[in-house]
Each structure stands twice: as C-alpha cells, then as structure tokens.
C-alpha cells in the first residue's frame, strides 16, 4: 500500500490556467506539507497543516491556496499559472508537527509552458 | 535563522569505495537531523536521523552518520558503496522547540558511483 499519494504525476499546462493537485496519506498522520523543488533540486516548505489547522504557510503567493478537507487529504491549487511555478512538488506527512520523520509523497512534476 | 550547508554539490566514488558526504548547519539549540535519499524521478526517502542520546546513528542500506555539536555538522558515511548508492542525497534539519514540523534541507549532494 503506498503510504503518501499524489495525483496526479504529471502536469503540464499552459500561463493563466488554474490547477490542483491531490495529496492523500494512509498512515494515520495528523500533519500534511507541501513542499516545492527547484530546477536546481533545491526544497523548500511551502505549507503544513495539523489536523486540518494550517500551522505553516512560507511566504508562498496567495494564488497557491491549500486545502484540507479531512486529517488524510491535503490538496494544492493554483491559479493563474506562472512559468516560474514550474517545478516538482512533494506532498509529505508526519505523526506529529515537532520534529518527527516526515514521509514523502512520488512528487508531482508541473510544467508550466 | 536555521540553515544547512551541503559543501559538495556532487562527488564521484567507484563502486565498493567508502563514502562521506558532508552536511553542516546553523540551530541555536539542539537540532533534529535528518538524511534523506532521492532516487531519479521519486520522493525522498528517509535514510536515518538523529534526535537525541548516541551521537553516531544507524541508518537503513549500510549508512551512518555522526552528529557533531561542537562542529555543527552531521556527516554521512558508508563504508562500501554499491552501484544503487547512486541518487542525490539531501541533509535537513528540524526544529526542537515550537510546534512546525519545519524542515530546512541542504542543496543536495549528486553521488555518481564509478563500475
């Protein structure tokens, strides 16, 4: 069974339009992040939530808006693509917010052309 | 501000060589520390970490690493490589005080094994 899932691997779409991409954990986790990959393999957070509670939000622009639905699912939408959005995203998820192992989700590589 | 430093952007070792990668970082208290692995095109997987007590940690695949406090640094190590060792390999470290769960990660070290 995979532990954190995301839909979908792929995205390739074009400036201007809005996407989202779907993260889901089935280890039992209270805490979800989102984090962004560069070009050059660089990560960093973007988002976490606890319990549904946004508790980190990384001077992200606000047209990348989180969304939490259940302790489970931790949803990314963006709107108004830009090309600088292009990159690999990971959804990941811990048992607690301090310093515990955080697992990670395949990615999602997004293309923006 | 919490940083990592992962001086060597990528290293070359032939195959059954040992390894070090290195991995320094800026914390004002006692870190948590983490290595991860990433294999092309997948997530990262968790290879040890180091919270607390023993200052030298197990990981899975053969790999090990020394937390280091008064050198700030918590370097990776392997004894022989195997041709799978071959990824990218990413040092983070985590808050031990609040409540965020925030990792900051190093630039990544490329290892490239050598037949």
């Known amino acids: 069974d995979t532990a954190v899932s995301q839909t979908p691997k792929y995205l390739v779409t074009q400036m201007g339009n809005d996407k989202s991409i779907k993260c889901e954990q089935n280890?039992?986790?209270?805490?979800m992040y989102w984090y962004k990959q560069d070009s050059k393999k660089f990560l960093k957070i973007m988002f976490s939530?606890?319990?549904?509670?946004?508790?980190i939000n990384e001077t992200v622009p606000n047209r990348f808006s989180p969304k939490s639905p259940d302790k489970a699912h931790l949803n990314l939408h963006i709107n108004s693509l830009e090309l600088g959005d292009s990159a690999v995203y990971f959804c990941?998820?811990?048992?607690?917010?301090?310093?515990?192992?955080?697992?990670f989700g395949p990615g999602t590589r997004l293309t923006v052309l | 501000a919490q940083s990592v430093t992962q001086p060597d952007i990528h290293i070359t070792v032939s195959e059954g060589a040992s390894l070090e990668l290195r991995c320094n970082y800026s914390?004002?208290?006692?870190?948590?520390l983490f290595w991860y692995v990433q294999s092309p095109g997948q997530g990262l997987q968790l290879l040890l970490k180091?919270?607390?007590?023993?200052?030298l940690v197990q990981g899975i695949k053969g790999f090990e690493a020394e937390f280091k406090r008064s050198q700030s640094s918590f370097n990776l190590r392997k004894p022989s490589v195997h041709w799978s060792d071959a990824a990218e390999y990413f040092c983070?470290?985590?808050?031990?005080?609040?409540?965020?769960?925030?990792?900051?990660f190093g630039q990544g070290t490329t290892l490239q094994v050598k037949p």
């Open positions: 914390y004002g208290a006692t870190p948590y």
């Open positions: 983070a470290v985590g808050s031990s005080s609040g409540n965020t769960g925030k990792l900051i």
């Open positions: 990941a998820s811990s048992a607690r917010t301090s310093g515990d192992t955080q697992y």
């Open positions: 280890l039992g986790h209270d805490t």
């Open positions: 939530y606890n319990n549904k509670e946004l508790i």
């Open positions: 180091y919270f607390s007590g023993d200052t």
